[in-house]
């Protein structure tokens, strides 16, 4: 033993002195799938394109879009939900998963669209909303009826002469509770999120199965995979033990993640949905991670696990909000920190699992209003610059519908113009705490407020954008006469054909897809510089995420072979010191 001691440590020792340069083993390709090449495009279909003049858009809208979305380059559509529902929500409150919402068109609207896509090569991606369904559905509707009706136990019901149950918040609620009393059998139920979206109780296998059932009814048809609604939530302490505002407060996003979601058999339900559907499909499946943590990420997206495929989190696009205000943004909002979020989730996937990359999506303010600058002078060199650093990340990029054409946040005036259930009611807590609503309409209109990320697409110059012949069920953006699809098609240098070009660079360089990132000077205050490394293959790139010229000094310029995309004309380069202009953003080869 005395002998083997001292062999060990030296052993251990040699093998650490003679490591082999880091980055050796992060060159490693993962598994290589058709989902971690991809790039996802999201479509909120309400506002994408209007057929029949109702406002609202619908299937046949988006069937008729086919072609632009094929031009884009891009491999999978995610739709928001399209089922049944009373829209409380905006779809988010599905009473029939099997049918399709009556302003969006029928099943054979569907079918069509489906196979349209197909026929192009382009997959389609289904939300799955599990974690509660709409009031109005029928296993609710019956569930309500009495203590003893078979749907029951569908739902999370708590006996009135238990007394009241221990607080949980409502998310879309004035009154910002996550119970509502029903006096029809005296009990309180529970929804996470407006009244009209009660918690289903996944602790009972026939919800799950249902569940299942119904997932196997879509695969079936032919859809590509489902992006799961608030995944997390589904597993929760249904014990309701006591939770203090104070313990919520604690950590604005710790409520989800600590109290509220994440419960024991998460990774049990996760498994059982796995082996009962998902494994039996090429198809992929993604979580939004709303209290999924870089600590807990793998035990989602571990492939070793057999459980989902990748997870969004929302480090990133909860960076700069000012706690104790509703979604306010700090304008001064740390590029520092952005490098960091972004840094740390990618070494999450280092070695296993995959990440995603977003900037913007139907509950956020647009890309370009919250981490570029939407002023004539600037919309369009931080558009592409910030479509640059969604295409050459390592993680699949979902990229929201207009940002290819910088469409900006709506900047609404009165409360009044908002639609969304979540503005209303946080709006509503400010009148009933006395608050100053007037210094809310203003934060929305560059904070969080959700209406800034769901104004309908700009076609075009004719009425309301091109969007509808009718009423717009929100209005349309004023600036759509400059900033619309029509015009960016012509123009060679637009937004939107570098979209199209950067979708095309990822796609015919693995390197963006696969390599290895490396994070330079993390604390450049304006520019965010890294490289992506595969075998021999490297790639600079730089992003100047500030109004104003900045530069950086790199080694790494010195080896330079080429000039692969650029927002400029040109890159003012001496020696090893690299000058950006104003969101600038450059990717080049180098030895
Ligand atoms: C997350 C969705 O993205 C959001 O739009 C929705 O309101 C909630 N989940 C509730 O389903």
């Not at 696009?317 to 104790?324: A, D, E, S, T």
């Not at 400010?430 to 700009?458: H, S, W, Y």
């Amino acid at each position: 033993m005395k002998k083997i001691i001292p062999l060990l440590l030296a052993f251990f020792m040699f093998s650490h002195c003679n490591k082999e340069p880091e980055n050796k083993a992060e060159i490693s390709v993962p598994s290589k799938t058709w989902w971690k090449e991809a790039v996802v495009y999201q479509i909120y279909p309400r506002s994408f394109k209007d057929t029949d003049g109702d406002g609202v858009g619908d299937i046949k809208g988006i069937i008729s879009k086919l072609d632009y979305i094929k031009s884009l380059g891009i491999d999978v559509v995610w739709l928001n939900p399209i089922y049944g529902s009373p829209n409380a929500d905006n779809g988010y409150d599905i009473s029939d998963y099997k049918a399709i919402m009556k302003e969006f068109g029928t099943m054979e609207d569907f079918d069509a669209l489906l196979k349209g896509m197909h026929e192009k090569g382009l997959k389609l991606v289904m939300d799955l909303v599990v974690n509660h369904t709409s009031d109005e559905h029928p296993w609710f509707k019956e569930s309500r009826k009495s203590r003893d009706n078979p749907y029951r136990d569908y739902y999370h019901w708590w006996p009135a002469e238990k007394g009241k149950p221990a607080f949980r918040p409502g998310a879309f609620e004035a009154d910002g509770s996550g119970w509502r009393f029903d006096s029809l059998t005296n009990a309180y139920y529970l929804h996470y999120f407006s009244y009209k979206q009660p918690d289903l109780n996944w602790e009972n296998p026939k919800v799950r199965h249902e569940i299942y059932d119904m997932m196997n009814w879509w695969l079936k048809k032919g859809i590509d995979g489902f992006r799961m609604d608030v995944i997390p939530f589904i597993a929760k302490d249904t014990t309701f033990p006591v939770i203090t505002q104070a313990d919520l407060d604690k950590n604005y996003h710790g409520r989800w993640d600590v109290y509220m979601a994440s419960g024991p058999h998460l990774h049990d339900y996760l498994k059982e949905m796995n082996s009962e559907v998902l494994s039996k499909y090429d198809c992929m499946s993604l979580a939004e991670g709303a209290g999924m943590l870089k600590s807990t990420a793998l035990n989602f997206v571990d492939e070793d696990r057999h459980e989902l495929n990748m997870g969004y989190h929302f480090d990133g696009v909860n960076l700069g909000y000012i706690p104790g205000h509703f979604k306010k943004m700090d304008p001064n909002w740390s590029l520092v920190e952005f490098k960091k979020i972004y840094s740390d989730w990618d070494a999450v996937y280092k070695d296993k699992g995959w990440g995603t990359i977003y900037l913007g999506n139907h509950d956020q303010p647009r890309m370009v209003s919250r981490w570029g600058n939407d002023t004539p002078k600037f919309r369009a060199y931080s558009s592409k610059m910030l479509t640059t650093f969604l295409l050459s990340m390592r993680g699949t990029p979902y990229y929201y519908y207009g940002d290819e054409i910088g469409m900006t946040n709506a900047y609404f005036d009165s409360i009044e113009d908002y639609r969304d259930i979540e503005t209303i009611a946080e709006y509503e807590k400010v009148k009933i705490a006395g608050g100053d609503l007037q210094q809310f309409i203003e934060d929305q209109k560059t904070g969080g407020a959700r209406d800034n990320g769901r104004t309908p697409m700009q076609w075009d110059t004719t009425a309301n954008a091109g969007f509808t012949a009718g009423t717009p069920w929100l209005s349309v953006n004023k600036n759509f006469n400059q900033v619309n699809v029509a015009s960016e098609n012509k123009t060679p240098n637009s937004i939107l054909n570098y979209f199209r070009k950067m979708v095309k660079l990822r796609k015919e360089n693995p390197v963006l897809i696969y390599g290895a990132y490396h994070l330079l000077q993390a604390e450049h205050p304006d520019i965010y510089a890294y490289t992506r490394i595969l075998n021999d293959k490297k790639m600079l790139i730089l992003l100047n995420f500030s109004d104003h010229n900045s530069n950086i000094n790199l080694k790494e310029i010195e080896t330079k072979e080429g000039t692969l995309i650029n927002n400029y004309e040109s890159v003012d380069i001496e020696n090893d010191k690299i000058n950006l202009l104003p969101y600038q953003a450059v990717i080049f080869s180098i030895k």
